[in-house]
């Protein structure tokens, strides 16, 4: 690739990706309904687009492979074929290949070998192979031929540039507009005429506008155009080096460049006062911004919350009135700031619901299955960190469905069902939660199975077992480890990855549920927040030491005394609401007191689980900036991250999933956990 376009790279690997992505999606829908030709028409666009740029950077392969697909496509757009399995094969393998090539293109890695799938295009078709192969690398010898054949570039430069010497030198000035006419000619022997002039043309919008072009755009990216176009151009750069840079496109014969006289840039300014383009509009109104750097904004916002807090509670012990104002002024301004920098990191979720129509439609036909996947709410938003680690989580659901759900057709028939298989995957919010559904009408969840598994592995005895609901039952899939698979499947693996997605889940702060009706299907139900980057908290004390525990699974605060709290299998409890609920002494879990203190409780749920985090005091509600843990303390399971709070002490965020799982009545049940040795309150971290 030029060194000139490598800049661009990122760019038109984000672009590409993106046009690929709905080049997919558009696929899907020829192949769901064959006669949508306003679905072919756009996969058509597409590919033109995606070929133009691959030429653009000098990706000769991905633009070949692009033109391929092009010319199969108006195959179907002009009826000369029509469409069935064996074309929806070959256009997303096609579709694949380019995938893998935009991401060698990221990594700089050379383009791979498109020839089996130039001779699919080519054999469908019904064309000589000899028109649609790549084309061989030159010899040395030929290449030199080639070479010789081409003006030298002293004579190219001096006939680009002769008439523009003869203007007035005041012509060039730097910052003055001038219009340049370029007379671009290729050579006989290119054989992808259109790409190359793509590439001239782009490298004469990038220098300016482009007021006239013969023939008409339309005639010169369709190939109807005998290999020399004229373009004027407004520019107020040295019109050299922009002739330089046209004579290293490959397969460029000539160039030529005038400067029209006064008279004529003047009458073509005059016609040239019209306003910007819609399309031009709406591309000035978007702009691609590196996700690293909205993550050190974010950061910047988070330190300024923090300030915020603590000029507040400066402000408490000063009385004055302006001072006051200030702050709330501040208070209002930092608000504002941080909610519209976290809608600037809210991404769609269908950024990850896109991929799946396609998984599904190749997982369908590997497993000799037919399943319906219907997608709901994909214009949900979630931060763009949440929504990184989502996309595994729901492939495993989905996958996992597929492979244990949905029945085969002719099993479905015979449980009175249609042969199609259905799974529905569905976002929608809830406030500051984002619920999303992954539902399948299958066969459900064999209930006897886990509960003999279960037993053979002694997570329960056959008592507790049977007193269980279905519920509970089918929630002990999301045990580590548990699996009812009896063999290994290329789809889902050994089965033991349910766990590992609700571990994912809940370390996004979420929730993650299950319920199944045999015969009829399974339903798992994820709640998320919106984001992880700043969370409102309840601040608790606990002894000397102040905690933030998320207010999501908090679902009440209670006031304890002594004779509310019983003993019931070695565990303290309380009775809350008709439910025996375990207590969670904070205090004992942590190792900061051997006894069983707090007046306070906070009821939480995860799940079917259920606890009461008792403490000492409520100190009550507050938002805070979540910041990573320092390595000494990211392995202990009791905690999410931490916070400075508006006074400088640090305030850990208690994972009341990690509490709850991790505890029985106060007491830690990991056997090889090690405490710190040396801990430090109070604005420090735990040290080893």
Do not use: W
């Amino acid at each position: 690739m030029s060194t000139d376009l490598s800049k661009y790279l990122d760019m038109y690997v984000t672009q590409t990706k993106e046009d690929i992505d709905k080049l997919a999606d558009k696929l899907l829908e020829i192949e769901s309904n064959p006669n949508d030709a306003d679905a072919i028409n756009e996969c058509f666009r597409l590919a033109h687009t995606v070929k133009g740029n691959a030429a653009t950077m000098m990706f000769e392969k991905t633009a070949q492979l692009a033109h391929a697909m092009e010319n199969l496509l108006d195959e179907l757009r002009s009826e000369r074929a029509e469409v069935n399995p064996a074309i929806m094969d070959i256009f997303f393998k096609c579709v694949d290949r380019l995938e893998m090539m935009v991401e060698d293109a990221r990594e700089k890695k050379s383009e791979p070998d498109i020839s089996d799938l130039l001779k699919m295009i080519t054999e469908e078709m019904g064309e000589t192979t000899e028109q649609s192969t790549p084309v061989p690398e030159e010899k040395e010898e030929e290449k030199k031929e080639s070479e010789d054949k081409k003006p030298k570039t002293k004579d190219r430069k001096k006939a680009a540039t002769e008439s523009g010497k003869k203007e007035d030198k005041k012509s060039e000035s730097k910052g003055e507009k001038k219009t340049v006419d370029f007379k671009i000619k290729l050579t006989p022997e290119c054989d992808m005429r259109a790409a190359r002039a793509f590439i001239a043309l782009r490298l004469l919008e990038e220098a300016g506008r482009i007021k006239e072009l013969t023939p008409r755009r339309e005639m010169i990216e369709n190939d109807k155009f005998g290999g020399t176009f004229n373009a004027l151009v407004e520019i107020e750069q040295d019109y050299a080096d922009l002739v330089k840079k046209i004579e290293q496109i490959k397969d460029v014969e000539q160039v030529s460049a005038d400067i029209l006289k006064e008279t004529a840039e003047k009458a073509c300014d005059a016609d040239a006062q019209v306003s910007i383009p819609r399309e031009r509009m709406r591309e000035i109104r978007s702009v691609r911004v590196k996700m690293d750097r909205l993550d050190d904004l974010l950061d910047s916002v988070g330190e300024l919350v923090i300030s915020k807090i603590r000029l507040a509670e400066i402000g408490k012990e000063i009385e004055s009135k302006q001072l006051t104002e200030s702050i709330l002024a501040l208070d209002r301004l930092a608000s504002e700031l941080q909610y519209n920098v976290l809608r600037i990191r809210m991404v769609p979720i269908d950024v990850v619901f896109s991929k799946f129509p396609r998984m599904v439609r190749d997982l369908s036909r590997q497993m000799g299955k037919e399943v319906e996947l219907v997608l709901e709410g994909h214009e949900i938003e979630l931060d763009r960190s949440v929504i990184d680690k989502l996309g595994d989580l729901l492939v495993h659901l989905l996958r996992n469905s597929m492979d244990h759900g949905i029945e085969s057709p002719e099993e479905r028939k015979k449980s009175g069902k249609t042969p199609i298989g259905k799974i529905r995957l569905a976002a929608s919010q809830e406030q500051n939660r984002v619920m999303i559904t992954v539902e399948d009408d299958g066969k459900g969840i064999d209930i006897l199975k886990v509960k003999s598994k279960a037993l053979e592995r002694g997570l329960h005895s056959e008592e507790e077992l049977d007193s269980m609901s279905d519920d509970e039952l089918t929630n002990i899939l999301g045990t580590p480890g548990f699996s009812t698979a009896d063999k290994v499947t290329a789809v889902s693996g050994r089965g033991v990855g349910l766990d590992a997605v609700k571990s994912g889940i809940e370390s996004l702060g979420g929730q993650m549920s299950i319920e199944s009706t045999t015969g009829r299907g399974v339903r798992i139900a994820i709640r998320l927040p919106l984001t992880l980057a700043i969370i409102l908290a309840m601040l608790v004390r606990v002894k000397d030491q102040i905690y933030a525990i998320p207010v999501d699974p908090i679902q009440e605060t209670i006031s304890i005394a002594p004779n509310d709290v019983k003993t019931l299998g070695g565990m303290k409890v309380i009775k809350f609401r008709g439910e025996i609920t375990p207590m969670i002494y904070l205090s004992r879990l942590l190792k900061t007191s051997e006894t069983h203190t707090g007046s306070q409780a906070i009821v939480v749920g995860i799940g079917q689980k259920k606890g009461a985090i008792v403490v000492d005091e409520l100190l009550g509600q507050q938002e805070i900036v979540v910041k990573p843990l320092d390595k000494h303390l990211r392995r202990i399971p009791f905690f999410g991250g931490a916070t400075i709070l508006g006074s400088g002490e640090v305030a850990l965020i208690v994972d009341v999933a990690g509490v709850m799982e991790h505890s029985r009545g106060g007491y830690v049940k990991v056997e090889n956990h090690r405490e710190p040795q040396d801990r430090v309150f109070g604005g420090g971290i735990s040290n080893e």
